[in-house]
């Protein structure tokens, strides 16, 4: 008899909880979607916010209105957001009113470049991203004759630079001239020929140490040109007077 007891109360317990996931379910499905919240992650660039990427969203044909739970598909919103060329990452969350919530992540341009026929960006993973209508960080641009091809040279040289607090803050911008890369300094009105990126290394610490024990002496204003170009000499062009 107390087996027969026990069975039954564990059938009922089981059967109050299938009505309660088929009663949740089925409430679920009939809500309405709502967009909760957008939450852009902290970042020093601000390509992004809501009203931007709710117009987005409006030309990618996205739409909240009277959509129910069960038509809503979480991983096209996720694809269609990713799709926005200043997004990084995309997670979208809902719960069992139907409310969505969004995070997102933007990405992180390192460098400019500016060619003959184009602007762009490379980003912190070193791929192309298209320029904004609405915000411009203040980085090192590349510019002169730039093809794909100087992308891994041009990212890597940046993320060599952005490693140490005195060139981040010194290099303004890089200069692609015939097979010449030329440096032009934030401070100094000269430009540093580096040749090419072979050695860079050793070519920026070769220049570190002459700025620290000839500038001083001979002034900032004291040359026209730093070549870095010849190995392990430093050769300078006086400024003409």
Same mark, same amino acid.
Request: glycine fraction near 2%.
């Given at each position: 008899?107390?087996?027969?007891?026990?069975?039954?109360?564990?059938?009922?317990?089981?059967?109050?909880?299938?009505?309660?996931?088929?009663?949740?379910?089925?409430?679920?499905?009939?809500?309405?979607?709502?967009?909760?919240?957008?939450?852009?992650?902290?970042?020093? #660039?601000?390509?992004?916010?809501?009203?931007?990427?709710?117009?987005?969203?409006?030309?990618?044909?996205?739409?909240? #209105?009277?959509?129910?739970?069960?038509?809503?598909?979480? *991983?096209? &919103?996720?694809?269609?957001?990713?799709?926005?060329?200043?997004?990084?990452?995309?997670?979208?969350?809902?719960?069992?009113?139907?409310?969505?919530?969004?995070?997102?992540?933007?990405?992180?341009?390192?460098?400019?470049?500016?060619?003959?026929?184009?602007?762009?960006?490379?980003?912190?993973?070193?791929?192309?991203?298209? &320029?904004?209508?609405?915000?411009?960080?203040?980085?090192?641009?590349?510019?002169?004759?730039?093809?794909?091809?100087?992308?891994?040279?041009?990212?890597?040289?940046?993320?060599?630079?952005?490693?140490? *607090?005195?060139?981040?803050?010194?290099?303004?911008?890089?200069?692609?001239?015939?097979?010449?890369?030329?440096?032009?300094?934030?401070?100094?009105?000269?430009?540093?020929?580096?040749?090419?990126?072979?050695?860079?290394?050793?070519?920026?610490?070769?220049?570190?140490?002459?700025?620290?024990?000839?500038?001083?002496?001979?002034?900032?204003?004291?040359?026209?040109?730093?070549?870095?170009?010849?190995?392990?000499?430093?050769?300078?062009?006086?400024?003409?007077?």
């Amino acid at each position: 008899m107390n087996q027969v007891l026990i069975i039954f109360k564990w059938f009922l317990v089981i059967s109050i909880l299938l009505f309660f996931v088929i009663f949740t379910n089925h409430s679920y499905a009939n809500e309405d979607i709502s967009l909760n919240k957008i939450q852009i992650k902290k970042s020093v #660039d601000n390509f992004i916010n809501q009203k931007i990427l709710m117009l987005f969203l409006e030309e990618k044909s996205f739409c909240f #209105d009277s959509v129910l739970a069960i038509n809503f598909n979480k *991983e096209k &919103l996720e694809e269609v957001l990713a799709s926005h060329y200043a997004i990084k990452e995309v997670e979208v969350f809902t719960n069992q009113k139907g409310d969505i919530d969004v995070i997102i992540e933007q990405k992180k341009p390192i460098v400019r470049i500016k060619n003959k026929s184009d602007d762009y960006f490379l980003d912190e993973f070193g791929d192309k991203m298209q &320029l904004s209508d609405n915000y411009t960080p203040n980085l090192v641009v590349a510019t002169g004759e730039i093809t794909s091809e100087n992308h891994f040279d041009i990212y890597s040289f940046i993320m060599k630079i952005n490693e140490s *607090e005195f060139w981040n803050a010194q290099i303004a911008q890089i200069h692609f001239e015939k097979d010449m890369i030329l440096l032009i300094p934030r401070v100094g009105n000269h430009k540093i020929n580096l040749g090419s990126f072979y050695n860079v290394s050793t070519k920026l610490d070769n220049l570190y140490q002459f700025y620290k024990s000839v500038m001083p002496v001979k002034g900032w204003q004291a040359y026209s040109e730093i070549n870095l170009s010849f190995n392990n000499q430093i050769v300078c062009v006086r400024k003409k007077k």
